[in-house]
């Protein structure tokens, strides 16, 4: 009963609850059986016995092998664990049959390989024999046939130039795809030498270390910029290398269209002047890698430029500067505006012609000379960079915006201010010279602006640009006509700090009214022209009631009359000077003679008349008429002269009023 007992090892074969189709069913019938046409009754009959023997042999040794008596559980048990004991005796002996085997193969390898057959023989086999006593070879092995021999060299020699030709055709395609890469290097690394000779920065990466970057843009940028990404990461660009070894410039942060900063003049409404937009320098080397490198450069800069000039307008709010989405506008003067916004170069949209060439010219200047500016608050940052930093403290340090604006609005507004007061003093001087009074007057336009000599520790441009930045002043200086005399006025414009416009200071100097001071400052210049004219007047009164006829003062009359004065010649006093009023006293006729003197830009006049009045000189009784007023006018046209007094000096015309 315990010999017939069997444990079945194999994994039991899973049943098929679904029929099989009839292409698989007639597949596994040809396998089986063969053909259908192999297959007749007789055979089909035949098969069908052999399989009835079949069976009946079958269950007839089952019933031998296992009776049908009755097996209780302790003799099962026991019979289980014996069939596992020599199913555990037959895998220990395999293994151990599979050792020895293992062991005897790599004895006979030790001799060829020790290396090799050491790691796989046992440690008992390696401490008993040593490696190499046993080996094996073929002893009189069968003899071959020609044929074979024929064979076996010829498959031999097939074999051998086939793999010859393979490797003969690796090392031709090796030595071609080397030969490529050597001459895509070679190109590569000369286009790089070549943007580092013009002088662009070659550097690392940050990101990506094995490869290379070009920098263009401007690292001296504010501190806040420089932690931005938006001009930190676009100021490096990598260069790659395409497939034939030319040099790439990554331009997924570069903008396809050139972009700059354009400068318009606007007055009473119109476009007057309007920048240039430098196109052509970038286009000439449009296709080469300097070209997109120097593209990059420029809109990184121009970007950066109005938007720091946005910056900046908008602090300046308080002083007539407006912004908009693209625009900065800032005015000049009560007609003039100038505007400022970011364009695309290659439009060749420029927008209406310009109908002022002096106004273009300034606009093209003013676009010059934000530029310079920009310039050179980069290179005060990197001066500011080398100096010994300041003490940390928790506060934030305020990092101030960049003047550009600025020192622009202070240039145009001060040179609109010096425009009109050389204007205006020419015009007064040459009306006050028409009547033969000698006077005159220099100018010193912005005299705080001086050129940088040789021994300056800064370059020349940089000393020359910082002049800019300060405020700006100029100085007129006038010789009056009474001896002794002067004027002298200073412009001063200022737009960093207190006091901010454009103030004029006077200072005067006047023999007969010392008392008299001018206004410690003055904002407009239409006050400013009203304090020159009434300083004028007061030096022309202040001549007439000095002149006296029968003394000839030649810093004062440029044409004498050679006529002897009157008898009796009248005394000019100014009486109410700051009003041009001035009264002679005439002891023959019992009158006073009253002159007024009325000075403007263009126009110079004097008027005389007799008065009756009570009481002393220089009071101001009843006045009447006892004639017909005399008056003289000139101007600084000849054209608009009376042609009756055209040869009539003030000093001769103040004679004949002066007679009795």
């Excluded at 310009?354 to 003013?366: D, K, T, V, W």
């Excluded at 009570?614 to 600084?636: D, F, H, I, P």
């Excluded at 009539?648 to 002066?658: G, I, R, T, V, W």
């Amino acid at each position: 009963m315990g010999d017939s007992f069997t444990l079945p090892l194999r994994p039991l074969s899973e049943t098929h609850h679904q029929k099989d189709t009839l292409p698989v069913a007639i597949a596994q019938i040809n396998a089986q059986w063969g053909s259908f046409r192999d297959v007749s009754e007789a055979s089909l009959r035949a098969e069908l016995e052999a399989e009835k023997d079949k069976d009946a042999l079958t269950e007839t040794e089952d019933s031998k092998v296992n009776p049908p008596a009755d097996i209780d559980t302790a003799e099962r048990l026991e019979q289980l664990y014996k069939r596992r004991a020599e199913i555990t005796q037959f895998a220990i002996q395999a293994h151990m049959e599979t050792m020895f085997a293992l062991d005897f193969v790599s004895l006979i390898l030790s001799k060829h390989a020790p290396r090799q057959a050491e790691m796989s023989i046992s440690p008992f086999l390696k401490q008993m024999i040593p490696l190499g006593s046993l080996s094996a070879e073929v002893v009189n092995p069968p003899p071959k046939s020609e044929a074979a021999k024929i064979d076996i060299n010829t498959v031999s020699r097939g074999w051998r130039l086939q793999s010859f030709n393979a490797a003969a055709d690796k090392l031709l395609k090796s030595a071609a795809r080397l030969e490529q890469e050597v001459e895509s290097e070679t190109r590569y690394w000369g286009e790089v030498l070549t943007v580092k000779d013009k002088g662009w920065k070659v550097c690392r990466l940050p990101g990506e270390r094995q490869a290379l970057g070009v920098q263009y843009g401007f690292l001296e940028g504010k501190p806040p910029f420089m932690s931005t990404p938006i001009f930190r990461d676009r100021g490096l660009a990598s260069l790659r290398r395409a497939d034939d070894g030319s040099l790439l410039l990554d331009k997924g942060l570069v903008p396809s269209k050139n972009r700059a900063v354009r400068v318009r003049i606007k007055e009473n409404g119109q476009i007057t002047g309007c920048s240039k937009l430098h196109k052509s320098a970038v286009s000439s080397n449009m296709g080469s890698v300097e070209g997109h490198i120097l593209q990059a450069r420029d809109n990184i800069f121009e970007e950066e430029l109005f938007h720091e000039l946005v910056r900046e307008a908008r602090v300046m709010a308080g002083q007539g500067v407006t912004t908009r989405q693209n625009l900065v506008q800032f005015p000049v003067s009560g007609e003039q505006e100038i505007l400022l916004d970011l364009v695309d170069a290659d439009s060749g949209e420029d927008g209406p012609v310009p109908s002022s060439q002096q106004n273009s010219m300034l606009a093209e200047g003013l676009s010059h000379f934000i530029h310079i500016l920009l310039s050179y608050s980069h290179r005060q940052n990197l001066y500011r960079r080398m100096q010994i930093p300041a003490p940390l403290t928790s506060k934030r340090k305020r990092v101030p915006e960049y003047h550009l604006l600025r020192p622009s609005m202070a240039y145009l507004q001060h040179n609109f201010h010096l425009q009109f007061l050389q204007s205006f003093m020419k015009d007064i001087h040459a009306t006050v010279k028409s009547s033969g009074l000698l006077c005159g007057y220099t100018s010193t336009p912005f005299s705080s602006v001086e050129l940088p000599g040789d021994d300056i520790s800064r370059p020349r441009a940089e000393a020359l640009v910082g002049q800019f930045l300060r405020p700006l002043e100029s100085v007129f200086s006038s010789d009056l006509v009474t001896p002794g005399s002067s004027l002298k006025v200073h412009i001063r414009t200022n737009l960093s700090g207190p006091p901010l416009g454009t103030n004029y200071d006077f200072s005067i100097r006047l023999s007969k009214f010392p008392d008299v001071q001018p206004p410690s400052r003055v904002g407009l210049k239409d006050d400013a022209a009203a304090v020159i004219t009434h300083l004028m007047l007061l030096d022309i009164v202040s001549a007439i009631s000095s002149y006296r006829p029968n003394k000839t003062n030649s810093n004062v009359i440029s044409t004498q009359n050679t006529n002897e004065a009157a008898k009796n010649p009248l005394t000019w006093e100014a009486t109410y000077p700051h009003h041009g009023e001035l009264l002679a006293f005439s002891p023959a006729m019992g009158v006073n003679k009253k002159m007024k003197v009325i000075l403007t830009r263009d126009k110079l006049t004097l008027q005389t008349h007799y008065v009756r009045g009570a009481g002393s000189l220089g009071q101001r009784g009843a006045e009447k008429n006892m004639q017909e007023m005399r008056s003289c006018t000139w101007t600084a046209s000849p054209e608009a002269k009376d042609p009756m007094t055209l040869q009539q000096s003030l000093m001769e015309f103040l004679a004949e009023a002066s007679k009795d």
